[in-house]
Each structure stands twice: as C-alpha cells, then as structure tokens.
C-alpha cells in the first residue's frame, strides 16, 4: 500500500485523497448503473407512429400484463373488423394476401383464414395447379 501511495504521490503530484475519492465516485457510479441495469427494467411498446415506454416491477407485472393483452386484443379487433372483411365482386388477389397478411400476424387462424378463402374463392385448397411441372395462373370466379 505504502509504494501505490508513494507511486501516485511522485507521479501526478495529487494527494491520495483525491485519488481515493475519485475511486470512490467510480465505484459509486458503477454500482448506480448496475443496480439500475439489473433493477430498472422497463417493457416498450410500440409502432410505427409511437413508443410508450413503461417500468417492469414485480409488484405491478400483472397489471403490466393485462394491460398490454387488452391493448393487443383492442388491436387485433380493430384489424379483423377493417380487414377481414371479405367481398367476393371486389379483387380476390388482393384479399387473399390481406387473410395471409392477417394470419401472419395472428388476428386469423389458420381455420379462419381457410373458410374466408373458401367463401372468396369457392374453392377449397389454395394449392397451386400444376400441369406438366409449371405451375397455372389460379382461375378464380367471382
């Protein structure tokens, strides 16, 4: 201890002191920052337009979770009310990527997304026709 003390006393020309409090403050600010980075959690929502960002404590965990399941039910309402509207005289390409662009996200299941296919199309696989190894342009009839 004596030769650090006598190291940093020659060297600098600073005392001790502020070595040692100067220490003291980087230690300090180090275990602020760990206990907030292990302590501080937060959870962020968001999309295109808006982050919201809130705390993650234990004691409110379970609020925390039913608010984000009634804000992704809201949301997944408000999809499947816009656009999974299906109308068998408007353009069939377009509706059927907008059920596999909602499927994907989880608004419609797979059942779901067959019968309003099903109901568009009339028919009931979405399989591609094949005739000799080149697939056909799919025939739909409104």
Do not use: C
């Not at 399989?127 to 739909?140: F, R, S, V």
Request: hydrophobic content about 40%.
């Amino acid at each position: 201890m004596q030769v650090v003390h006598q190291a940093l006393k020659n060297q600098s020309g600073i005392s001790p002191e502020i070595w040692v409090a100067g220490l003291g403050f980087l230690v300090g600010l180090g275990a602020v920052y760990l206990v907030r980075r292990h302590l501080g959690h937060s959870v962020t929502l968001g999309t295109n337009r808006i982050r919201i960002s809130l705390r993650d404590q234990p004691s409110q965990r379970a609020d925390l979770e039913a608010f984000t399941n009634e804000l992704r039910q809201r949301a997944h309402g408000y999809l499947r009310d816009e656009y999974a509207q299906i109308n068998p005289l408007g353009p069939i390409e377009l509706q059927l990527h907008r059920l596999n662009w909602l499927h994907q996200l989880k608004v419609l299941s797979s059942a779901e997304r067959q019968a309003l296919s099903t109901r568009l199309t009339g028919r009931l696989s979405l399989n591609p026709l094949t005739l000799m190894g080149q697939e056909l342009e799919t025939p739909y009839v409104n």
